[in-house]
């Protein structure tokens, strides 16, 4: 709580403020932070404008129970938009890129897929919303997936911070088809914590140069 009774309270370093305070007509002033927690939300103020007044601790009490409301208010309002933002910030990214689409949190788990991700059946996106895909890599070193390893590098250091964006190409694992496909990692910074997993093809330069190599 910051207090002024009198604009002849500034100190000899706020000749700015007491200037402008003068021009508006403040006599006194005094300052109720509106906090939530460690969350500050903005402040509650009143001011004199025919006579400076003191602040008597009594009156700052009473104050400080008339903005507690006002916090209530804004906390509310700032979760409701914070939630609104979110939720479309995520769509948007769901139906921005080409492929299989999923939204992991910052704990590994996914929380939203688009629709090719959900009918996907290769086995680093047939991953449900809900399951950590953390571990699903993890799972799958252990059963030997040769790309897994790489994945749950790119995974982890995207959501440590270690790097902002990474990839991973890879070859179909059906034996019929001469596809390549690229997995991208993308660390998502605002308003979302976590990252945007893609698996697009790459067909027709991977392809081209994997014949290149064969022959």
């Not at 007044?53 to 400080?64: G, M, S, T, Y």
């Not at 933002?85 to 788990?109: M, N, W, Y």
């Not at 895909?133 to 994945?151: F, K």
């Not at 995974?155 to 070859?171: A, N």
């Amino acid at each position: 709580v910051s207090s002024l009774p009198t604009v002849d309270d500034l100190p000899a370093g706020a000749a700015d403020d007491r200037r402008g305070l003068e021009q508006t007509g403040v006599q006194s002033l005094i300052v109720i932070p509106l906090a939530r927690g460690r969350q500050m939300l903005g402040a509650l103020m009143f001011v004199t404008v025919r006579d400076p007044r003191a602040w008597p601790k009594d009156l700052v009490r009473r104050l400080q129970l008339l903005a507690e409301p006002f916090a209530g208010v804004l906390a509310r309002q700032q979760a409701a938009a914070a939630l609104e933002t979110s939720e479309a910030f995520t769509r948007a990214v769901l139906a921005a890129p080409p492929g299989e689409t999923a939204i992991i949190d910052g704990d590994g788990r996914i929380v939203q897929v688009n629709d090719a991700w959900a009918a996907a059946t290769h086995p680093l996106t047939a991953v449900p919303a809900g399951a950590s895909y953390v571990e699903t890599c993890r799972s799958l070193i252990a059963d030997g997936d040769p790309d897994a390893p790489a994945m749950l590098a790119l995974d982890t250091s995207d959501l440590d911070g270690q790097q902002r964006e990474g990839s991973l190409e890879h070859p179909s694992r059906r034996v019929d088809e001469d596809r390549w496909f690229e997995i991208r990692v993308r660390r998502l910074l605002q308003p979302a914590a976590g990252a945007a997993i893609t698996r697009v093809g790459i067909t027709p330069p991977k392809g081209a140069e994997a014949r290149a190599k064969r022959q």
